[in-house]
């Protein structure tokens, strides 16, 4: 089985790498695939050659999302894709939030703006709610363009970074569990429950949604991936996917949902790679 493991061109300036390749590595070598790393950008490759092409690491993709939603198009009528292109064209706009919010989701109160006036009324409505608010892009990864803010004026420069480089910008109060507690990461692979690691607070100590540790899987995460699960009609179509939640009022609720390039946090559950394998294998062989 010939699989394609897609990733994309890396910013020096901006390191952030790919790190469960090494545990992809192993999986494929112990289950005897031939693992090929390709890039998206690249014109040359032949995707029919693959049997499958499974998206990774394309965090490149946020500036010319566009172009990386017809290459992924391309790329699923030539052979397999994972996750299905309709789920990533979906799934690459934050506004998708509000779709869950519809089917009984919880999540964080949300208000997307589109241009300074929309901005002055969810900055209002945010500090209402909160000592400091969260901002950042409807279309984004690692936390890039996205920030906390503790006065207006603060806020007002986030949101205008966001807005002149043609983006909708998405402003929350700022969840202070997240400093606490932390944001927990769960981490789906083929449909189920794999693991669970507590991520960095990213607007606060800085990074990509940095690991900090595994997680214990508790009945309130199995409950809240239940909530989600439900509400995603595509949910038996993906391969893995990641929920990542915070407690609020007492409750976890959806921060994201990662369906298109999340790091799945292999570290801390190396098993995670023979099982994506192994569900890619039946896929493969049932269609």
């Known amino acids: ?34 693992l090929v ?10 995707w029919s050659d693959f049997d499958a092409a499974v998206i990774r690491s394309t965090w490149d993709y946020v500036p010319v999302r566009d172009r990386f939603l017809k ?23 934050k506004k998708y939030l509000l779709d869950l919010e519809a089917k009984g989701v919880p999540i964080i109160p949300t208000k997307f703006v589109h241009n300074i006036e929309e901005a002055k009324e969810g900055i209002s409505w945010a500090f209402n709610k909160a000592n400091s608010i969260a901002i950042k892009p409807t279309v984004g990864a690692g936390a890039r363009l996205a920030g906390k803010a503790n006065s207006a004026p603060e806020a007002f420069t986030l949101v205008e970074e966001i807005l002149k480089v043609n983006r909708v910008a998405m402003i929350q109060p700022y969840v202070s569990s997240v400093d606490e507690e932390g944001e927990k990461a769960i981490i789906i692979i083929n449909g189920q429950i794999s693991h669970a690691a507590r991520k960095v607070p990213a607007l606060t100590l800085g990074g990509h949604g940095d690991a900090a540790g595994a997680l214990e899987i508790t ?18 179509d993906l391969l893995f996917a990641r929920v990542d939640v915070v407690r609020l009022d007492n409750e976890l609720v959806l921060m994201e949902l990662e369906l298109t390039e999340p790091w799945l946090f292999m570290q801390f ?15 493969i062989s049932r269609e």
């Not at 790393?37 to 032949?46: A, H, K, P, R, V």
């Not at 009945?219 to 439900?230: A, F, K, L, Q, Y």
Request: proline share 5%; aromatic share 8%; charged share 30%.
């Open 219 to 236: 009945d309130e995460i199995v409950e809240i991936v239940r909530t989600v699960s439900g509400a995603v009609k595509e949910w038996d």
């Open 269 to 283: 559950r190396q098993e995670a790679g023979i099982d994506l394998f192994k569900a890619l294998e039946k896929r």
């Open 1 to 34: 089985m010939k699989i394609a493991y897609v990733v994309g061109n890396e910013n020096p300036q901006d390191p952030d790498p790919d790190l469960d390749i090494p545990f992809a590595k192993a999986a494929a070598e112990a289950l005897k695939i031939d």
């Open 37 to 46: 790393f390709t890039n998206w950008n690249d014109e040359q490759i032949s």
């Open 71 to 93: 290459k992924t198009k391309e790329i699923s009528n030539k052979t397999k894709l994972f996750n299905p292109h309709h789920v990533m064209s979906w799934n690459t706009d």
